[in-house]
């Protein structure tokens, strides 16, 4: 089982800077997929968005085509830290953002595919 707690997030203006956080308690040492999904204002669940995942086994590492080049995640595995440091935010780029954990290998930019999810935190990036 896996449990994911976030934090970070805030509001920033544009062209600003933000970093997120997240913890992972998991009660086997198997490694697995972690990463980064976003809900954009009056978006409903079904259409969150990958913005980032990755295997902490290492290996496999994805980005959404929208925040390529400006956010990087980057893990701890000693510490089953997750964090997302996005640069260059833009206005679209507001939204609640959660992260998400899952057993697997394959660690795609897919929702269905993550049932562990956190609480979320917001971002909101100002014009």
């Known amino acids: 089982r896996l449990q994911v707690v976030e934090s970070g997030g805030g509001t920033v203006q544009a062209g600003g800077s933000l970093r997120l956080s997240c913890v992972v308690s998991?009660?086997?040492?198997?490694?697995?997929?972690v990463g980064w999904f976003r809900q954009l204002p009056g978006k409903e669940r079904k259409e969150r968005e990958g913005v980032a995942t990755i295997y902490t086994g290492g290996g496999v590492l994805y980005y959404g085509a929208s925040v390529k080049g400006r956010f990087t995640i980057s893990q701890d595995n000693g510490k089953n830290t997750l964090a997302l440091q996005m640069n260059s935010l833009k206005p679209e780029d507001t939204a609640t953002y959660y992260c998400v954990a899952e057993v697997g290998t394959s660690c795609p930019l897919i929702r269905e595919y993550y049932n562990n999810w956190g609480q979320g935190t917001q971002v909101t990036v100002s014009a």
């Open positions: 998991k009660s086997s040492p198997e490694d697995y997929c």
